[in-house]
């Protein structure tokens, strides 16, 4: 015959794991995903703007569609002043947003035109249900399908990309 403390430990364990049982019943937060698809629906923070992005292992720097770059002093900083072009979610019209942010860095790079060098912002983005910090180069890219490119130096601490994937989960974040 179990002890007294036996059948006292057993009742415990029972009453643990049927209280785990119906926690498990509840629908549970949508955790963030460590492996993304190739192609994810991101936000713009605070603006809360969505676009469309290409999660793209073969670049390393993360690529922002900018339109109407103009660069600035501002304090004795190179700033530079952008257009980023959204649809109205209402009527699908194609909007300018405006920015400004201070030039991180100049990025060069080879293209068909020779030796380019484009701005580098920090941005905060969300995806998942996670705001990110992110370093983009700004160029214009109307004629891509995508207006982000996620880099690798952004890929890295975001998480892995599956390329039978896309749109793992949609950005949930609040400003």
Known sequence: MPSPVLRLLALGLFAFTGTCAVAADEPAPSAQPTTWGWAETIKLMPEETALKARLDTGAQTSTMDARNIVRIKKNNERWVQ??????????????????????????????????????????????????????FSLRDRQAQEYPVLLGRR???????????????????CKP
């Open 82 to 135: 952008y257009d980023v072009m959204v649809a109205d979610p209402a009527t699908g019209k194609e909007l300018r947003l405006p920015f400004e942010r201070k030039i991180e860095r100049v990025l060069k790079f080879h293209s068909a035109n020779g030796v380019e060098r484009s701005p580098v912002v920090l941005m905060d983005v969300c995806l998942g249900n996670k705001v990110y910090r992110e370093q």
């Open 154 to 172: 952004s890929l890295e601490h975001m998480g892995s990309v599956d390329s039978s994937k896309t749109q793992t989960l949609a950005p949930s």
